[in-house]
């Protein structure tokens, strides 16, 4: 059950409302604030005009000449329409979910109709154009049917949404993966998926995979049969033990020498190597859930009589993960950074085909738009992360009580 | 002893796995079916090298290594578009050629005792002679190392770019000042700032990072190659078929410049030399005996072009001198076998 969110940022003290009485009690109300402050806005003086103007004599057409390649990579340029009609379903149900949990209208068809007006304005091709306003047409559309159809039958309509959610994994799959011998969707190769395309990819994959395991694990660890708590504890403190990247190393040098016989896709190799790595610090975190349920939750749920199926799945585990909430999305947002690793074994995602541009003779020494970019483009997407798990975090009202 | 035992069952355990994993890989038929029954070629390339092996704005691969890939594929499949390019790392780039996973390594990699025996590799012929070479500001004049005599000259430390400068200068008498810093990028930037009167580096390295300096018609690199870095395509050991047909391309680039055959001219290409005749397929069936098509040679030179061609299109723009990769006709090292 989803409270309203009580408005934490419009807070009208006289503080506020006078900026000089502010200045002085939050900047300058003790010596050595006072100094900290002259000393952090002579900095930022000296530095802010400096990198204003290089970024507005910097080449930024290394970025908008290379912005296709930086996005998908080298999926076939005549089947990009699969690539956003891709983006077309995950947009239209996070719209349909918005509106089913009452997401403020505001906020979400204002978003909608800003993002149409950029669409409309922007320099964007006929496709991309079309492709982007379809998008925002379909999260508004995807907002509005979400809250009617929650209005007329609440618990049922949230019951199919979650089934749209789990159905649209194997969609998307099909979409970018295609199959061999087809006119529609021709097959298109991980060896084919790149750019940004490929690090959403990863990430999403390694979250989704690595979720249900760390809980597996995590309940592993306590176990009470031995031979399971050894086995989980074991591979849990291995993998906490080596960093990612030789782990990847490991997944694509060791791997064709042990399986000469299967030729497994390199993009499948990265995605085992970061979905094992995952699990093991999401069952710590989990595991730190656990252990902080009380005792007395679980013998009450016997007492009612609930097995021990029922009492994990209803009673221990909510409340487990309700309390790590922060930490496990913390440790995505770090996956979601930590798939940039997958560009030193040889797999072209954003950081690796930022590599590539920056080695064509025409955009040599162009260092620092490109990179400037790449970091730009992964802020949007850990901020937007991080901001999203803090509206969750308020909703299930945690840290309140 | 209950030890010992446990340590004879992984001995066991691990050498049948190698050698299973081992007969597999020579089990197989040559490479040269495999990639005409797949019907495309599958290539290891460098995806992050100026000049050698990119990714064009549209998607599509770039450089002087990707070139050698197409050619092998307009030869084997008449299409040079027909190739699968799998970027590799350093690291990874001769287990991908042990296990099977490529057809072809062609991503610059140094021709060594080592690797040639030891990995259980066969190198085509060098494509790309490269080595340690020097840049210098243009107006100092400088044309050869002798003129370098008391010069400081930059370096990165702890590398054998380090030792390869100063045995050269020890053996030519001259003395120097090395100026040593851990990062290359370190290195680039002390040379441009003038603190330094050269910078040494192999010769490909010199050529990319020039052509990113403030100015880089006031830097050159110098004819002169102080060390041996003979960049070639790769194949495994015990396929001769395979072998042949990948040196015989990389042959067919030198010869057509040799004879003055490019991409514009090799359809209407007359000639009263027997050998030009037997290249261009009319006579002589040498395609037969490769294992390809008679006019595989056309298809080569109309898709990448010859030596001269290959290397303007890609490492021109870089300003790379030719230097040691001139024909043996004008004091260089390619040197086509005869085609007879």
Redesign the interface.
């Known amino acids: 059950m989803v409270r309203p969110v009580p408005a934490t940022t419009a807070t009208t003290s006289p503080e506020t409302a006078n900026p000089i009485r502010w200045i002085r009690k939050n900047l300058f109300n003790t010596w050595y604030n006072s100094l900290l402050t002259v000393a952090a806005v002579a900095a930022l003086a000296a530095l802010a005009p400096r990198l204003a103007r290089w970024a507005w004599h910097a080449d930024w057409a290394v970025v908008s000449?290379?912005m296709?390649?930086l996005l998908?990579?080298?999926?076939?340029?005549d089947q990009l329409w699969r690539l956003w009609a891709a983006l077309l379903t995950v947009m239209s149900l996070f719209g349909l979910s918005a509106g089913a949990w009452r997401g403020n209208p505001r906020r979400w068809i204002g978003a909608a109709a800003v993002a149409a007006m950029l669409a409309t304005t922007g320099p964007f091709q006929a496709p991309a154009r079309g492709w982007l306003l379809g998008t925002c047409a379909g999260v508004a559309a995807g907002f509005m049917l979400g809250r009617g159809l929650t209005a007329w039958r609440r618990a049922l309509w949230r019951r199919v949404l979650v089934a749209l959610w789990v159905v649209s994994v194997p969609w998307i799959y099909l979409l970018l993966h295609g199959w061999a011998g087809s006119s529609w969707l021709p097959r298109v190769g991980p060896?084919a998926w790149g750019g940004l395309t490929l690090t959403l990819v990863l990430a999403i994959v390694g979250i989704v995979a690595s979720f249900p395991l760390g809980i597996l694990l995590a309940l592993g660890r306590r176990s009470r049969l031995p031979a399971i708590r050894w086995v989980c504890t074991a591979y849990i403190e291995c993998v906490r033990g080596v960093p990612l990247i030789s782990i990847l190393?490991m997944a694509?040098?060791l791997l064709?020498?042990?399986l000469?016989?299967y030729?497994i896709e390199?993009v499948v190799r990265a995605m085992v190597g970061i979905t094992l790595f995952s699990a093991a610090y999401m069952a710590e975190n989990v595991r730190g859930g656990l252990q902080g349920v009380p005792r007395g939750q679980i013998e009450a749920a016997h007492a009612l009589g609930l097995n021990g199926i029922q009492t994990l799945a209803l009673i221990v585990l909510p409340q487990a993960l309700r309390a790590v909430l922060p930490a496990i999305v913390g440790q995505f947002i770090s996956l979601l950074k930590d798939t940039s690793l997958v560009a030193?074994?040889?797999?072209?995602e954003l950081l690796?085909?930022a590599?590539?541009?920056?080695?064509?003779?025409?955009w040599?020494?162009r260092q620092a738009e490109v990179y400037l970019f790449v970091a730009m483009v992964y802020f949007i997407f850990s901020f937007s992360m991080s901001s999203a798990s803090r509206r969750l975090e308020r909703a299930l009202g945690l840290g309140e009580r | 002893m209950a030890q010992r035992r446990v340590w004879l069952l992984v001995t066991v355990v691990v050498g049948t796995v190698l050698t299973l994993a081992s007969t597999a890989a020579l089990a197989q038929q040559s490479t040269l079916d495999v990639v005409r029954a797949r019907g495309h070629l599958v290539c290891g390339v460098n995806n992050g090298l100026p000049g050698f092996g990119y990714l064009e704005s549209d998607g599509s691969w770039s450089g002087f290594d990707i070139d050698y890939c197409r050619a092998v594929a307009a030869a084997v499949l008449g299409d040079p578009n027909a190739v699968e390019f799998v970027p590799l790392t350093a690291a990874e780039r001769f287990i991908a050629l042990q296990t099977g996973e490529i057809d072809v390594l062609i991503r610059n990699a140094t021709w060594t005792l080592v690797r040639d025996t030891d990995l259980g590799l066969n190198f085509a012929p060098v494509t790309f002679f490269d080595g340690q070479g020097f840049m210098v500001p243009r107006d100092l004049g400088v044309t050869s190392l002798e003129d370098l005599a008391g010069a400081s000259i930059c370096v990165t430390s702890g590398t054998t770019t380090e030792l390869n400068l100063a045995d050269a200068f020890r053996a030519r008498g001259l003395p120097f000042t090395p100026v040593v810093f851990e990062e290359i990028d370190t290195v680039y930037r002390a040379y441009e700032q003038g603190r330094c009167d050269a910078v040494t580096s192999d010769k490909s390295q010199l050529a990319g990072r020039r052509a990113i300096m403030a100015d880089p018609e006031a830097h050159v690199i110098l004819d002169e190659t102080i060390s041996k870095e003979p960049l070639a395509p790769v194949v495994r050991h015990g396929d001769d078929r395979w072998y042949d047909v990948v040196s015989w391309v990389v042959y067919a680039t030198f010869f057509a410049e040799e004879k003055g055959i490019t991409s514009q001219n090799v359809t209407t290409f007359q000639s009263p030399d027997p050998d030009v005749q037997r290249f261009l397929g009319q006579t002589g069936g040498l395609g037969a005996m490769l294992g390809l098509s008679n006019d595989w040679a056309i298809k080569v030179i109309q898709a990448v072009g010859n030596y001269a061609e290959i290397f303007d299109r890609n490492l021109g723009p870089l300003g790379l001198p030719r230097g040691l990769n001139r024909q043996w006709t004008d004091g260089g090292l390619l040197y086509a076998m005869p085609f007879r």
């Open positions: 000449a290379n296709t390649l998908t990579g080298t999926y076939p340029r060896s190393f694509q040098v064709p020498i042990f000469p016989d030729r390199h030193v074994v040889g797999l072209l690796g085909i590599r590539s541009v920056l080695a064509n003779p025409t040599l020494g």
